[in-house]
């Protein structure tokens, strides 16, 4: 199958739930990062990481009613791994740190804070808050950590009800001109 296949299969299955807390489906809100990441020119790798940085969502069962967490699910792990097998770095990392450059966000940028939605607030909380003067320069050296944090503001700005977003078939072809290719 072919990557854009995958990603059609999964959000197929998946994509219609509803995205935590928001009032979005999964689908919804992933096309939305999406657009705005393309409206702000950003390169096909950071447009199809915004399109697909909760895949692994998609690929977990976690329930729908966020007070159930009692731990975080750690989807951006369960991501990375799945886009580190087809796609090159550039893809993946932003979605590895993308978590994570919510709690640098909040540590660095004090009006970051005040404006996440009160669902992203609950599990800020479970993701560890703000990061430490030590996590921040950790966070700092990582290689794609400014792709992280461009990826969070798409995140966040992906979670407008009725906002009807170019839909799933517009990225298909941009998938697989940057997926490797896949064996068998
Ligand atoms: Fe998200």
Known sequence: MTVSGEVTALYTRRGA???FGEPV???EHGLQAAYFARAEGAPASLVIAAL???IGHLLDDVPADIHDWHADARHEDVGRAWLAQ????EVSE???????AKRYLCATDPSYARRLSPASVLTLRLQGGPMSA?????????SHFREGVRLRHWDDQGK??????PGLHEYLEMI?????PQAG
């Open 94 to 100: 932003p979605v590895a740190l993308h978590v994570a």
């Open 160 to 165: 407008l009800a009725g906002f009807n977003a």
């Open 134 to 142: 030590a996590e921040v320069a950790a966070f700092e050296a990582q």
């Open 17 to 19: 739930g509803s995205y």
């Open 52 to 54: 697909l940085h909760d």
């Open 86 to 89: 087809r796609f090159g770095p």
């Open 176 to 180: 697989d001109a940057l997926a490797r």
């Open 25 to 27: 489906s999964m689908l």
